[in-house]
C-alpha cells in the first residue's frame, strides 16, 4: 500500500511565525506536490517537485517555499505564517516519467494561524 | 488544462448504482479524465481513469462518450462509505491535477 504521511493533523499557529509542514513518502515515487484546500475553491497546487532539490511553482506559491533534500521528503514552509494562510494542507505524490499516473494523498494537516 | 462541469450534490440509495456525470467538452486529444473522491477530513483518493476507452476497475467504471466531451463515473453497489465528494479532472499525461469543487454524493440507507 502506498503510504504519505504528513507530520501533523492539526497545527496551531501564531501571525509571524514560521511553520514547517512535513510529508513522507515511501514508494519511491519521483514526484511530489504541496496542495492547499479551502471551502468553495477546492484544491490548488502551491508547489510540486519532479526530483530530489527541484521545485517548480504552482498555482499560488505567493507566501511558501519548499524543500525537497531526499527522494521521500518534501517540506512545505511558510517564511512568516499569516491568517489567510489558515487552511488545510495536502500532500500527494506519484510515479515520474511520462505516462498517466494517479496522485496519492496524504491525510492532510489543517493549519490554523491566530 | 480542460475545464469540466459537474453537479454540485446528487443522492443515492444504498444498494443502487450511483452514476456521477462530468461534462468536459473542451478536453484535448491527449487528455486523461481522471477520478478521484474526497471522503470528509481525509485526504483525496484515486478512483480510475481513461483516455478513450471504458474502464473498470474494483471500485468502479468509468464510461466516456465516444466524442469525449463527457464521461459518468459508476459505483455499482453504493454505500454509505461512498459518501463524499467526487472529483472529475481532465490533464494530459503529466502530474499536475486541478481539482474543481466537485459532486457531493450522499448515499442514503
Not at chain 1, 514526484?31 to 498555482?59: A, H
Not at chain 2, 462530468?22 to 478521484?36: A, K, L, P, Q, R
Not at chain 2, 463527457?70 to 463524499?84: K, N, V, Y
Request: net charge neutral; glycine share 8%; with cysteine.
Amino acid at each position: 500500500d502506498v503510504k504519505v504521511t504528513q507530520s501533523s493533523r492539526y497545527l496551531v499557529k501564531r501571525t509571524g511565525e514560521k511553520v514547517f509542514l512535513e510529508c513522507v513518502q515511501d514508494m519511491d515515487h519521483e514526484n511530489m506536490f504541496w496542495y492547499r484546500q479551502d471551502p468553495g475553491l477546492g484544491l490548488r497546487l502551491i508547489y510540486f517537485s519532479y526530483d530530489v532539490k527541484m521545485k517548480e511553482k504552482g498555482d499560488i506559491p505567493e507566501g511558501y517555499s519548499v524543500s525537497r533534500e531526499k527522494k521521500e521528503r518534501f517540506s512545505l514552509i511558510l517564511e512568516s505564517a499569516s491568517t489567510n494562510q489558515t487552511s488545510m494542507y495536502l500532500c500527494a505524490s506519484s510515479l515520474g516519467g511520462s505516462g498517466a499516473y494517479e496522485q496519492y494523498f496524504g491525510p492532510g494537516t489543517r493549519l490554523t494561524v491566530t | 488544462d480542460a475545464k469540466t462541469t459537474q453537479p454540485p450534490s446528487m443522492d443515492c440509495a444504498e444498494g443502487r448504482a450511483a452514476n456521477l456525470p462530468c461534462n468536459h467538452s473542451t478536453i484535448s486529444g491527449n487528455e486523461y479524465v481522471y477520478w478521484y473522491r474526497q471522503i470528509h477530513s481525509q485526504g483525496p483518493q484515486y478512483i480510475i481513469h481513461g483516455l478513450k476507452n471504458n474502464e473498470t476497475n474494483e471500485m468502479a467504471s468509468l464510461i466516456i462518450t465516444e466524442d469525449r466531451k463527457s464521461s459518468t463515473l459508476i459505483l455499482p453497489h453504493a454505500t454509505l462509505r461512498d459518501t463524499a465528494v467526487y472529483y472529475c479532472i481532465v490533464r494530459p499525461n503529466t502530474d499536475k491535477l486541478i481539482f474543481g469543487t466537485g459532486t457531493r454524493l450522499q448515499v442514503f440507507p
